[in-house]
Structures are given as structure tokens and as C-alpha cells.
């Protein structure tokens, strides 16, 4: 049994249709699949289509972006209900700064890379305006030969405290948490060990996290060392949450992760899934 409970589709920053991903998905093996598209739940419909004709099952899955203590955090929300008109509004004002954002960093970069078209070239490999992202801009400099990577445009430009990096209000930490367990989903904080927070900070984060109602931790993200993992693990024991798995698959050659195969989790987890009902 093979369980991926974080995957994007090109409804936000990832390459194939929610179709596709969970035909990729299912060909890897998977047999359950949470696509956890950015602040967007449209895909959904299409992945349980998908899902159905496989025999596969699919989780209601969405990542919320957060500011906390003015970093950005990603929040995963698992097994909601869907449709969900009111978890759909909300998650539509999340985006609704997204186009403005685009427009700064694209100034940044005409003015300190002199770099021009960024804005459009951006909106034009995104399949929703409002779901626009740095991984698009850094689609873009890197299919225009601006960067010689992906991983050079985040790391010479658009990661955090880089000179197109553009200081962005997501959601509260609370608000996201609320709005997950309000549509009777499981709130999980995603890839903990990617936001470099000192063992304090990430204390406080899951204290915080647990206060607003959250359950669970990623602790096998494919985008986390071993060692991460198994830190993750016995954070995950003291403070009595849950576990998740998933591969944050994006696309082919993006991160290095297989869709449908992310690492198991370290013994003594409580797997998140148990949460689920039959
Ligand atoms: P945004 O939500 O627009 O701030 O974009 C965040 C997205 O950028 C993440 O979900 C990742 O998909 C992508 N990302 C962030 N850092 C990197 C990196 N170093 N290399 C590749 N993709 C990244
Ligand atoms: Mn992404
Ligand atoms: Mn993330
Ligand atoms: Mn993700």
C-alpha cells in the first residue's frame, strides 16, 4: 500500500492536469492520493473523475499559505468536505493578492536584473491568474535562459530575503487551521524542516499549530532528509500529533521526488491516515 498525501497540479504551481497526476500517481503504485493544490481546491472534481475510473482513492487535499512570525508556512488540509463553497471563498481571498505580488517582482527584476517581460511571461504558463506563483516566474527565467535553473532563480532571486523576493500577508496561522477543521478536514503542518526555524521556533510553531486546532505533521516529505525525518518523528511522539507522507510532486525534474512514492514514515508514527474514515 502506497499513500502520497501532498501533490500539486497545474491548478497552482504543478506541471500535469489533476488528471494526469493521479494517472502518474496510480502508475507508481499509489493507492491513495491527496492532490494539495496552493490555496485552490478546483481541482478536486477532476482528480475524483480520474480517481474513480482507476479504483483509486482520493483525498480531499489543499496546502494553505500562512505568514507566521512574518516567514511563510505552508499548511496542509486533508479529507474535507468538498464541495465546499465557503472553504472555496476563503481560499480565494488567500490568492487574491497574487497578481499584485506578480507585478512587484516583476518591476523588482526589470529594475535590478534588468529583466524584462516577467509579468506576462509569468500569467502566460499559469492556467489561473489568481493561482500565479514564484515557481512560474522561475519557470519563466529559466525557459528564457535568465537562469541556468529553477533552482538558480530561487536561489539568486525569489527565495525569501532575495532581492525579488516581495514580503507577501497569506493567511494566520489560526485562520488557516480554523478554516480546515471548519469543513471537517485534519490540518497538518507541511515539511516542517523546510522552513530552517531553530528547535524553539519550530516548538512554538507546533505548540501554536496545536492551540488552533491542528493534528498532524509531515514528517516523510520527500523534499526532507532522512535525518529530518526521523527528528520529525520523535517531535511528532512528544507532542502526541500524527504523521503524514506525501512526495509534493510538482512535475517531472522538479524537486526530487517520485509521485505516488514518498518515503515511509520512521516506525512509531501514527500514520494520519488512521484519521480517515472507512
Ligand atoms: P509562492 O506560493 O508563490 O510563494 O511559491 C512557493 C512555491 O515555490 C513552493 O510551493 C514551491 O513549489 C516553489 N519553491 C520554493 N522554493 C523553491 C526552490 N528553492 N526551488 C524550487 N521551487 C521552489
Ligand atoms: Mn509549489
Ligand atoms: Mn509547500
Ligand atoms: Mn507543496
Redesign the pocket.
Known amino acids: 500500500m502506497s499513500i502520497d498525501l501532498h501533490c500539486?497540479s497545474n491548478v497552482?504551481?504543478g506541471r500535469f492536469s489533476p488528471a494526469e497526476v493521479v494517472r502518474l500517481a496510480h502508475s507508481n503504485g499509489a493507492t491513495v492520493l491527496a492532490l494539495t493544490d496552493?490555496?485552490q481546491i478546483d481541482g478536486l472534481a477532476e482528480a475524483h473523475t480520474a480517481a474513480q475510473q482507476l479504483g483509486m482513492r482520493l483525498i480531499n487535499g489543499v496546502?494553505i499559505?500562512v505568514t507566521w512570525r512574518s516567514r511563510?508556512i505552508?499548511i496542509v488540509g486533508l479529507n474535507f468536505t468538498y464541495p465546499n463553497p465557503a472553504l472555496s471563498d476563503k481560499l480565494a481571498e488567500i490568492r487574491s493578492g497574487?497578481l499584485q505580488?506578480l507585478q512587484k517582482i516583476a518591476e523588482r527584476l526589470a529594475k535590478k536584473a534588468k529583466i524584462e517581460g516577467v509579468y506576462e511571461g509569468a500569467l502566460a504558463l499559469a492556467i489561473h491568474p489568481d493561482s500565479?506563483?514564484?515557481?512560474?516566474?522561475?519557470r519563466f527565467l529559466h525557459e528564457n535562459g535568465f537562469v541556468a535553473s529553477?533552482?538558480e532563480?530561487?536561489?539568486k532571486w525569489?527565495?525569501?530575503g532575495k532581492p525579488a523576493c516581495v514580503k507577501?500577508e497569506?493567511a494566520s496561522l489560526h485562520d488557516a487551521v480554523a478554516m480546515i477543521r471548519a469543513a471537517g478536514g485534519i490540518a497538518v503542518i507541511a515539511h516542517p524542516a523546510?522552513y530552517k526555524l531553530s528547535a524553539t521556533a519550530l516548538r512554538n510553531l507546533i505548540e501554536e499549530f496545536i492551540d488552533a486546532g491542528g493534528q498532524a505533521i509531515e514528517v516523510s516529505s520527500a523534499t526532507q532528509s532522512l535525518n529530518e525525518r526521523l527528528n520529525l518523528a520523535l517531535l511528532a511522539g512528544r507532542y502526541d500529533l500524527y504523521a503524514s507522507v506525501g512526495s509534493?510532486f510538482?512535475g517531472q525534474g522538479?524537486?526530487n521526488c517520485i509521485i505516488g512514492k514518498p518515503p515511509e514514515l520512521p516506525p512509531l508514527c501514527k500514520p494520519v491516515w488512521h484519521l480517515f474514515d472507512d
Open positions: 500539486h497552482s504551481d496552493h490555496d496546502e499559505s511563510t505552508h497574487r505580488r500565479v506563483s514564484r515557481t512560474h516566474i522561475a529553477k533552482d532563480a530561487f536561489k525569489l527565495g525569501d507577501h497569506w523546510r509534493d510538482h522538479e524537486f
